[in-house]
């Protein structure tokens, strides 16, 4: 693989940048050089269009900020100011730019020669993170590899925030600002940007990146941009394979957009995609692409492709896609921190800084890791507070952690930064038994799905619940609970009687319900979404109820996608629903109506047919990136799913509090 010059350079682009919390409003500081090269495969592109760009935080959708100053630069066009690549690639960006400290800045180049002739379709992208707080990238990155590589690291990071290259946006609110950030940092867990290469382990130690498929989706951006143009063949096949939707919806104009729309959509077109890449690609370790010879007519005849720009795909014919990747998701799993055994449907929480916290039952600890995969506890995990067997967690409006332990019949709690609060021999009373569900109230009030009883327990520990629990309802073997903005707790019964058993705040058994794809066994997992309508996983088939206990899914519940043997379900910012699937060692996605988004495998995550990325997946849980974390019992991981999902809010008591359950921040 090409070393592009300063690669000695070992930098993290992850960039420090000022507090969100600061009492100070943000100044727009003038900055001072940005400079390196840009390449397309191999071959430096000469006469790119270099824009750089702050994320916009005014709301989703909205144009990216330009911040060039095009009297410096003094070339402008309708996208904004830009500077120009020279020779051999290179390009300097010299106290032309201003940028706000905390924002998150990036790079967008369009154009240029990559050797074949000017490809207007050659989009390339690279993330830069916070402007510092001097505004001088200088110092945080001396040098810039922009490529297809970067490209691929930058659109799936921000891929939750992205509409397409020059629309990338949040809101502003507090929540909003940490979940762009987090993504844009994500972005170096996936490429070294000072080389523009693809890595194997994150800066951390700890996670193993899918650097394989990395390259294999940059090579399919090569294809395109080192062709001679949009009407090439290559480029013909990537664009309209890389729509909005996928198949359907707008078509890019260039490679940049196209990448986002493949993050946005892994796993649409996967064989037209894929064949894209060369017998001899760029950016090898690869994912193998035998099955298809990517020029759209499905014959398998190089021959026919009618632009000669395009190198044969040499791979033997194999029309039934057997040696395909399964999707193109990017997923990284990630280990230490003492984790070893996150093997239960509700074992995954997001604190509002984007950690995720993992119950971790036979180690008898809590795991933390950041929003970027680093392990935040000991080697031991976090312990004391009578925390044994935990099997379930959750994270309250205040950041204090909960877990329901069935080695001593008792609930834990820690702060945000893993101190026990909780006594030496937890929390009990108040009927709790083995609770195998955990949910926090707009009250900050602790629920907990108890077996034939349900108990509840104040933020401060003590029991509200009765010396026997809540009783009614139908409740027989309760595993599961969710909390609905009337404060309504939602248990999910996991029994031969299986249905979902309503209690009011107070306690009081409202009614059980049944029907709508409800059969044992499950549901093991049960979440609300925004218009208050009840979702379960149970082994056969997901269920939706209204709000009101009417089934909406069939009587045979939602089906497909992946689905074998549910076990967590979560639900993303646009609604989308997203189950764990241990029988198929997969992830599987439906749209808030119950359409079917993953393929028949569902999401094994971007490798090979045969990988073993997930093994026995468990819980699921969705941060305010946009990634989804998915605990591999079977591997002793915790898998992140990079930019596959809606951003939304976390925790999940925030949601219920400030009424945001299962929206964007």
Request: hydrophobic share 35%; proline share 6%.
């Amino acid at each position: 693989m090409r070393v592009i010059a300063a690669a000695s350079l070992s930098i993290s682009f992850l960039l420090i940048g000022c507090s969100l919390n600061s009492t100070a409003p943000p100044a727009a500081e003038s900055g001072l050089t940005i400079r390196g090269n840009i390449y397309g495969g191999q071959q430096p592109i000469v006469g790119s269009h270099i824009y750089l760009f702050a994320a916009n935080t005014t709301g989703y959708g909205n144009a990216s900020v330009s911040l060039l100053n095009p009297a410096i630069t003094g070339k402008s066009d309708s996208i904004g100011a830009y500077v120009t690549s020279g020779s051999g690639g290179s390009f300097t960006i010299t106290g032309d730019y201003t940028c706000t400290a905390g924002t998150q800045v990036y790079l967008y180049a369009l154009g240029g020669n990559p050797g074949a002739g000017v490809n207007s379709a050659a989009g390339l992208l690279a993330a830069l993170g916070n402007c510092p707080g001097t505004g001088n990238f200088l110092t945080t990155v001396p040098f810039i590899g922009i490529n297809e590589v970067s490209t691929i690291a930058a659109a799936y990071a921000f891929a939750g925030f992205a509409k397409d290259a020059t629309h990338v946006s949040s809101s502003g609110t507090a929540l909003a600002q940490t979940g762009i950030r987090n993504a844009f940092a994500n972005a170096s867990n996936l490429a070294e940007i000072s080389t523009g290469t693809a890595r194997a382990i994150t800066p951390a130690g700890n996670g193993t990146v899918p650097q394989a498929t990395i390259n294999t989706l940059a090579n399919i951006l090569a294809s395109c941009i080192n062709s001679t143009g949009p009407s090439s063949t290559p480029c013909s096949i990537l664009l309209s394979n890389a729509r909005s939707s996928g198949s359907t919806g707008t078509k890019p104009t260039d490679t940049a957009t196209a990448a986002i729309n493949i993050a946005h959509n892994p796993g649409e077109n996967i064989a037209d995609l894929c064949g894209l890449q060369t017998a001899s690609p760029p950016f090898l370790p690869a994912l193998s692409c035998i099955g298809h010879d990517g020029d759209g007519d499905d014959d398998d005849d190089e021959d026919n492709d009618s632009d000669n720009s395009r190198p044969a795909n040499s791979h033997p014919a194999n029309d039934d896609g057997s040696s395909l990747p399964t999707d193109f998701n990017l997923a990284v799993a990630f280990s230490g921190g003492g984790l070893n055994s996150p093997n239960s449907a509700v074992a995954i929480a997001i604190d509002a800084s984007g950690n995720a916290w993992i119950a971790n039952r036979l180690g008898d600890n809590v795991v933390e890791y950041s929003a970027t995969g680093a392990a935040l506890s000991p080697s031991t995990g976090f312990t004391g507070g009578g925390v044994s067997g935990p099997v379930a967690i959750a994270v309250d409006s205040s950041g204090n952690i909960w877990t329901a332990n069935i080695g001593n019949n008792s609930i834990s709690k820690f702060s945000s930064t893993g101190t026990p609060i909780s006594p030496v021999n937890g929390y009990t009373g108040g009927g709790l038994f083995q609770a195998y569900g955990i949910a926090i109230d707009a009250s900050g009030n602790v629920w907990l799905a108890d077996g034939s009883a349900v108990a509840k327990f104040s933020n401060a520990g003590a029991p509200i619940s009765p010396a026997g629990g809540y009783h009614g309802a139908g409740i027989d073997n309760s595993v599961a609970v969710a909390i609905d903005v009337s404060g309504n707790a939602w248990f999910g019964d996991n029994s031969p009687l299986s249905g979902i058993s309503k209690f009011s705040n107070s306690g009081t058994p409202v009614a059980r319900y049944t029907g709508g794809g409800l059969f044992y066994p499950g549901p093991t997992a049960v979440a609300i979404d925004a218009s208050g309508n009840v979702w379960a996983a149970c082994d056969s088939g997901i269920a939706k109820l209204s709000n009101s206990g009417t089934p909406i899914s069939p009587v045979t519940g939602f089906r497909g996608g992946g689905l074998g043997d549910a076990t967590g379900l979560a639900i993303d910012g646009a609604g989308n629903v997203w189950v764990s699937n241990t029988d198929t060692k997969s992830v599987a996605e439906w749209s808030n109506s119950g359409d079917t988004i993953s393929p028949s495998s569902g999401y094994r995550g971007g490798g090979p047919v045969n990988s073993t990325i997930l093994n026995s997946p468990r819980a699921v849980a969705i941060d305010g990136s946009g990634n989804v974390w998915v605990a591999s019992a079977g591997n002793k991981t915790v898998v992140e799913f990079i930019g596959a999902a809606t951003p939304v809010v976390t925790p999940l008591a925030a949601g219920v509090k400030s009424n945001a359950i299962a929206t964007r921040p």
